[in-house]
């Protein structure tokens, strides 16, 4: 699963804040089933750029099992996170597989709605892949 936070209420934020509030999101990921948190590499700059680690900053990849209930948590996790965040929720999208959901300022119930459609979704691709 690939999670990428933007805060586009608040572009003046540095990039250390940003790193700061990811590694609040990883330590909180962490205290879950998951195999793994870590930032995706975004390997060698290309020629003429300053820095390949900008590209990814916002990132972090959550290796888990195929386990809906898993799922459900870490999505759980990301929502009371962005709750958490002092001023405006930050943008985050949300990537399992071809399954893409971004979770953006509006009505609560509503994303509320659109994030349990998305993760039954999910669930039913992995139960197409698993019977496979």
Request: charged share 30%; net charge negative.
């Amino acid at each position: 699963m690939r999670i990428e936070v933007r805060d586009a209420e608040r572009p003046d934020r540095g990039v250390e804040s940003l790193l700061g509030d990811l590694d609040g999101l990883r330590e909180d990921l962490l205290q879950l089933d998951v195999d793994d948190v870590g930032r995706p590499d975004a390997g060698p700059a290309p020629p003429g750029a300053r820095s390949s680690t900008l590209e990814d900053v916002n990132a972090l990849l959550v290796t888990l099992t195929a386990a809906p209930a898993l799922l459900h948590q870490v999505v759980g996790v990301v929502a009371r996170w962005r709750g958490r965040t002092s001023g405006p929720a930050p943008d985050v999208s949300l990537r399992m597989g071809d399954r893409h959901l971004e979770l953006t300022g509006g009505d609560p119930e509503q994303q509320r709605v659109l994030t349990a459609m998305w993760l039954e979704a999910c669930a039913a691709s992995e139960e197409r892949e698993s019977s496979r």
